[in-house]
Every structure is written in structure tokens, then in C-alpha cells.
């Protein structure tokens, strides 16, 4: 059995709620910026 509170899994954790946070909003972005150009381009060049 693994102790949940050992000082490393605790900081392995932190990280990794850090970078999920991170991860999240850097897709959003990316899908923000790419949904907006996608819409402009149907906007200024419609099929």
C-alpha cells in the first residue's frame, strides 16, 4: 500500500492539477483563436 500523503506524491499531484489547469485553459485558447478564424473565414468566404 502506497502512503497517498508521502511529501513527493503529494508535490507529483500539485503538479499535476497544475498542469491540467494549464492544459485547459491552453486549449481553450487554441480553440477560441481557431473557432474565431474558422468563423471569419466562413464570414468572408462563404461556400
Known amino acids: 500500500m502506497v502512503n497517498m500523503d508521502h ?11 497544475m498542469e ?11 480553440f477560441r483563436l481557431h473557432c ?3 468563423m471569419r473565414e466562413a464570414v468572408v468566404h462563404p461556400q
Open 36 to 38: 474565431g478564424d474558422f
Open 7 to 17: 511529501p513527493y506524491l503529494v508535490a507529483l499531484r500539485s503538479i499535476t492539477e
Open 20 to 30: 491540467r489547469e494549464a492544459y485547459f485553459w491552453a486549449s481553450l485558447r487554441f
